[in-house]
């Protein structure tokens, strides 16, 4: 399964040269042209990294900058890169701040724009691969989800668990409530896997029988019609995406002002 990109702009030209080098380069590119309707684009077509436009030529940048900000606020990684207009100093500092991994000025080359998307990947793999020794234990219902050593007890007792069905529970307590669709459950573990959206149904439903096995209930792994699955301690919580019930106030950082030397 390649690896999909998502190009959020206005600009026909920007999308199609965007396009056309990277399914060269052998990516999916899905292409968006308003930056308002990002959420829902995630939601239901989950990419490995999105390229946004922001500023004035695109028509849309206030959009861009709250799309941006309520992923971080969130606490969804999803690798972002900005398309910024040139020489707007404080345009980048506030995309930087608001969770950009990496700001790029119109115009562009295309093929730079290829080489900071590959950079981008290299560094979100690798940090992704450090992640379990920084992050702190993950404990429900007696059970203890252990990053460091990528293992799951219960009351102490080791329970079995495959390379996926790890990576989907810890997938899954980075965000209660959230429904993840199976499209974003395989960018997110095995994004070069052929095929592989067809078995994130198998994987639940596995990890979901070694929880019952030894709990005796599995409740907090849910299925939600047409959209996903949700890890949710409470039955009765509503389920949430990325965007609600997030307040998004986009504000120039104090210390940055438009002309200043840099």
């Known amino acids: 399964m390649k690896q999909l990109i998502l190009v959020v702009d206005g600009d026909a030209s920007c999308r199609d040269a965007l396009r056309t080098t990277l399914q060269a380069s052998g990516y999916d590119v899905a292409v968006l042209y308003n930056a308002s309707k990002v959420a829902r684009r995630i939601e239901a077509e989950r990419p490995t990294l999105m390229v946004m436009a922001g500023g004035a030529s695109s028509g ?7 799309a941006l900000q309520a992923l971080r ?3 969804d990684d ?27 000025s119109k115009p562009f ?5 290829l080489v900071r998307i590959r950079n981008v990947l290299r560094r979100v793999q690798r940090h992704r691969l450090q992640d379990p020794v920084w992050r702190a234990p993950y404990e429900f219902n007696g059970f203890r989800l252990d990053f460091a ?8 007792k080791p329970v079995s668990l495959t390379q996926n069905e790890y990576a989907i529970l810890a997938l899954l307590v980075t965000a209660p409530g959230r429904v993840f669709t199976k499209a ?18 198998v994987w639940v439903h596995r990890l979901r029988s070694r929880i019952k096995r030894v709990a005796g209930v599995c409740e907090i792994i849910e ?19 990325a965007f609600q019930n997030v307040r998004v106030d986009v504000l120039p950082p104090q210390t ?7």
């Open 223 to 241: 299925t939600v019609r047409g959209k996903g699955y949700a890890f949710n301690l409470d039955p009765g919580r509503t389920h949430r995406t």
């Open 60 to 66: 849309d940048g206030l959009a861009a900058l709250q």
């Open 109 to 113: 080359n295309v093929q730079e724009v």
């Open 256 to 262: 940055a002002t438009r002309g200043s030397a840099g």
């Open 149 to 156: 050593w990528r293992s799951l007890t219960y009351h102490g």
């Open 73 to 75: 606020t969130s606490q």
């Open 78 to 104: 999803l690798p972002i890169i900005m398309l910024g207009e040139q020489r707007d100093e404080t345009e980048r500092i506030i995309a930087l701040e608001c969770g950009a991994d990496d700001v790029i």
């Open 184 to 201: 974003a459950i395989v960018q997110c573990i095995a994004a070069d896997a052929p095929d592989a959206q067809g078995d994130a149904g």
